[in-house]
T-cell receptor, first 109, second 109 residues
Framework: DAKTTQPNSMESNEEEPVHLPCNHSTISGTDYIHWYRQLPSQGPEYVIHGLTSNVNNRMASLAIAEDRKSSTLILHRATLRDAAVYYC??????????FGKGTRLSVIA | NAGVTQTPKFQVLKTGQSMTLQCAQDMNHNSMYWYRQDPGMGLRLIYYSASEGTTDKGEVPNGYNVSRLNKREFSLRLESAAPSQTSVYFCATLFETQYFGPGTRLLVL
């Protein structure tokens, strides 16, 4: 039970921003929101994680709703190399993560 | 800094054969994990080791055994391989969040 809800698939045009939504309405106060992605034939790759505040790093931004029941992963400028399955996972710090099926992102040139 | 490494990358077995999947990490993390991923599915936890000398079952442990040889190495053994164990196997460590290896693709005929 991954305890998050994501769309099965999304499509984006190259060089445009992508907003990947995630619903985690039953999140507890100590749960972090983690985002990973998995490129074809590779292991899951850490993207970003946060607790309450919005977070930015070199790969992406994470926008967390004020009530923490949803979040959005933002890729500022999609490239073909960003085509992957993106997983939104809620979990406590330092505990193993439960992966669902994620969102398959296609990027169109 | 190699991170998490796995060997072999690919293996073909006949039903009933045995093999050991190797995992090593150079990040000095205490916790290590073995997952399997079937086509179109998320990751399922097989076994984990919270620290050197300890191991525990995950969601799908049947047909597998593990050994935490030292802090760096965590191996997964299939004593008598079955076609249902055809999958991609990922090793991971945990420190605040998880770090994954590149995977071992196993085909059991």
């Amino acid at each position: 039970d991954a305890k998050t809800t994501q769309p099965n698939s999304m499509e984006s045009n190259e060089e445009e921003p992508v907003h990947l939504p995630c619903n985690h309405s039953t999140i507890s106060g100590t749960d972090y929101i983690h985002w990973y992605r998995q490129l074809p034939s590779q292991g899951p790759e850490y993207v970003i994680h946060g607790l309450t505040s919005n977070v930015n790093n070199r790969m992406a931004s994470l926008a967390i709703a004020e009530d923490r029941k949803s979040s959005t992963l933002i890729l500022h400028r999609a490239t073909l190399r960003d085509a992957a399955v993106y997983y939104c996972i809620r979990g406590r710090r330092n505990t193993p993560l439960v992966f669902g099926k994620g969102t398959r992102l296609s990027v169109i040139a | 800094n190699a991170g998490v490494t796995q060997t072999p990358k690919f293996q073909v077995l006949k039903t009933g054969q045995s093999m050991t999947l190797q995992c090593a990490q150079d990040m000095n993390h205490n916790s290590m994990y073995w997952y399997r991923q079937d086509p179109g599915m998320g990751l399922r936890l097989i076994y984990y080791s919270a620290s050197e000398g300890t191991t525990d079952k995950g969601e799908v442990p049947n047909g597998y055994n593990v050994s935490r040889l030292n802090k760096r190495e965590f191996s997964l053994r299939l004593e008598s391989a079955a076609p249902s164990q055809t999958s991609v196997y990922f090793c991971a460590t945990l420190f605040e969040t998880q770090y994954f290896g590149p995977g071992t693709r196993l085909l059991v005929l």
